[in-house]
DNA sequence: ACAGTGACAACAT
DNA sequence: TATGTTGCCACTG
């Protein structure tokens, strides 16, 4: 855990969020930050995905759909890594997103909608804000 | 405590 | 459209 006591640290809300991406919907790194009011930290959000390959091995992680967490042109992102973009995009086709040649997804047709602020309020603070 | 790092984003060429 | 540059933020040793 890297968790310092309850609060919940900005990874696990951005898994909390990334896991709420319906199968043959996509979503972008700056749009997860601007759900997690934090509309800077989209490079932080990308670091969060990327540590999951550390823990590959924790089953509590293993659910979250990565995969379709693209950037904000809407292309996929991670072009130069070793583990490649080509399994992203196979993945993402599986699932029925259509994604170019170019690795390009059509944000018009699969661009997933978000949450609204209460079911944020969920995720970060793990129940209904009071008001 | 501090500097380095990275699956971003916005803007300039 | 394709690069390059700069600003950002959370996490790590």
Redesign the pocket.
């Known amino acids: 855990m890297?968790n310092s006591e309850n609060a919940p640290?900005?990874?696990e809300q951005v898994y909390a969020v990334v896991r709420r991406i319906p199968r043959g919907k996509v979503s972008?790194?700056?749009?997860i930050a601007n759900m997690l009011g934090?509309p800077?930290?989209?490079?932080?959000?990308?670091?969060?995905?990327?540590?999951?390959?550390d823990r590959k091995d924790d089953l509590a992680y293993a659910d979250i759909p990565?995969?379709r967490?693209i950037?904000?042109?809407g292309r996929i992102?991670?072009i130069n890594?070793e583990n490649s973009a080509h399994d992203?995009a196979t993945i993402l086709r599986s699932e029925g997103v259509s994604v170019s040649e170019?690795l390009h997804v059509d944000f018009d047709k699969y661009l997933w909608g978000g949450l609204h602020w209460a079911e944020i309020e969920e995720l970060v603070y793990g129940r209904s804000s009071p008001l």
């Open positions: 890297t640290n900005f990874y972008s790194y700056g749009r934090r800077r930290a989209a490079r932080a959000v990308g670091y969060a995905l990327n540590a999951l390959k990565w995969q967490v950037n904000s042109q992102s991670i890594r992203q170019t």
